[in-house]
C-alpha cells in the first residue's frame, strides 16, 4: 500500500505543469500510439497529460503542434482530429514556403497512387506558373518525383519520392517502361498451360517408334520415294499418339492444380524475374479460361487444360515452310544436284506449285 502511494506521489511529482511541458508530453504520449492513429479531443484528454482535463491548455498545445508541423489537421465525420508526424517529416515542412507546403501535402495524400498535375492545380487554385514553381522546388528538394502512369502515359503524375508507385499505376509485372510485354505475357502462359496440363491429364509411357539411320548414300528415286512415304506416316502416327495419350483422369480426382501451385510453378521455372503474386497469376489465368485453354473445376477452385484436336475442325494447322517439299523431306539431306533426289527432278514441287 505504501509503495502505491509513494508511485502516486512520484506521477504527481512528474506530471508536466508549463506550457512547453505539456507541449512535449502530448506530443510524446500520441507519439507512443500506432502510426495510424487518429485522435480526437477525447482520445487526446484520456492520454492523462493535459492536468484537469483544461480544454484551453489542450487547444494551445495543439494549435502549437500544428503551427510546427507535429500535428497534421484532419477532418472525421465532420469532427476535427489529428495525426502525429514525424519530427523528420516535420522538418521537410517546415523548410518549405506556404504555398510549397500545399502542393506537397496534396501530393502526399494521393498516397502511391499520384496526384495528376491538372487535379493538384484545380485543388490549391495556384497559378499554372506558381504550381510549377512549387513542384521544382520540391523535386530539387528530392522530396517528390514524377512517374508515368500506364493507363494514362501522357499525364504527368507526381509521388512522394520515398514511394514506389502501385500495381495499378505501373501496370504491374506484365508492363515493361510502361508498355505491356506481349512476349512476357505469352510465355507465362506457355508455362502456366504446360504445368495444368501436366496435371489435368494421365500421360502413359510411349511406346516409342524405331527409326533407321538414313545413311547419305545414292539411292533411286523409287527409294527416295518409299522413305518419304515412311516418314510422313510416322510423324502422322505420334501425332495420334500424343492427343490419345492425354487419358482423362478418374472421377473424384483433387490433383488439379489451384493458383498456389501454378504460382510456385512460375516461380521454379525461373521465367520471370521478379516475383508473381497470385492476383497476377490469377490474371493470367483468366485470359487463359476466355481462349478456352483452360477450365476451372472444383468449385472454381483448380484448373484444368482442355483438350482440343491438331487444328480448326479436325485439319492440321500448318505454315509456310512445312508446306513446302523441302520443309518435311526425309530425305533432304541426300538431295544434291545431279543424285536421285534434287530440286530439278523433284516431283513434289511441281504437285506443290500446282496445288
Request: glycine share 6%; aromatic share 8%.
Amino acid at each position: 500500500m505504501a509503495t502505491d502511494i509513494e508511485d502516486g506521489n512520484a506521477a504527481a511529482q512528474t506530471t508536466p505543469s508549463s506550457p512547453q511541458e505539456l507541449y512535449n508530453a502530448l506530443y510524446a504520449s500520441c507519439a507512443r500510439q500506432p502510426e495510424d492513429k487518429v485522435f480526437n479531443q477525447h482520445d487526446l484528454l484520456a492520454l492523462g497529460v493535459i492536468p484537469n482535463n483544461n480544454l484551453n491548455e489542450l487547444m494551445n498545445c495543439v494549435n502549437k503542434l500544428s503551427q510546427n508541423k507535429l500535428f497534421k489537421t484532419l477532418l472525421k465525420d465532420g469532427i476535427p482530429c489529428w495525426k502525429v508526424v514525424k519530427k523528420e517529416e516535420a522538418a521537410k515542412y517546415r523548410g518549405l514556403g506556404a504555398e510549397d507546403a500545399m502542393v506537397y501535402a496534396y501530393i502526399e495524400s494521393s498516397g502511391r497512387e499520384g496526384i495528376w498535375t491538372r487535379t493538384i492545380r484545380s485543388r490549391t487554385n495556384l497559378h499554372q506558373t506558381v504550381m510549377n514553381r512549387c513542384l521544382k522546388t520540391l523535386e530539387n528538394k528530392h522530396l517528390i518525383k514524377s512517374i508515368q502512369s500506364a493507363k494514362f502515359p501522357t499525364r504527368k503524375i507526381y509521388i512522394l519520392a520515398t514511394l514506389q508507385p502501385s500495381d495499378d499505376v505501373t501496370g504491374g509485372a506484365f508492363y515493361t517502361d510502361n508498355e505491356l510485354d506481349i512476349p512476357f505475357v505469352a510465355e507465362l502462359h506457355r508455362v502456366a498451360e504446360k504445368y495444368i496440363m501436366a496435371k489435368s491429364w494421365y500421360h502413359p509411357p510411349s511406346k516409342g517408334t524405331s527409326r533407321k539411320k538414313v545413311k547419305k548414300t545414292k539411292m533411286s528415286q523409287q527409294e527416295a520415294e518409299e522413305l518419304r512415304r515412311q516418314e510422313l506416316e510416322d510423324k502422322q502416327q505420334q501425332s495420334q499418339d500424343s492427343r490419345s495419350a492425354m487419358v482423362p483422369m478418374p472421377p473424384g480426382y483433387t490433383g488439379y492444380p489451384n493458383i498456389s501451385d501454378i504460382t510456385r510453378a512460375i516461380h521454379s521455372s525461373k521465367v520471370s524475374q521478379i516475383a508473381m503474386k497470385e492476383a497476377e497469376v490469377r490474371q493470367l489465368m483468366d485470359v487463359l479460361c476466355w481462349s478456352g485453354r483452360v477450365e476451372k473445376v472444383m468449385d472454381g477452385k483448380a484448373y484444368r487444360s482442355v483438350r482440343y484436336g491438331p487444328g480448326v475442325d479436325g485439319v492440321q494447322v500448318e505454315n509456310g515452310l512445312t508446306e513446302a517439299p523441302c520443309g518435311r523431306c526425309p530425305v533432304f539431306d541426300l538431295c544434291e544436284e545431279g543424285g536421285p533426289v534434287n530440286a530439278t527432278t523433284c516431283i513434289y514441287f511441281q504437285d506443290w506449285l500446282n496445288f
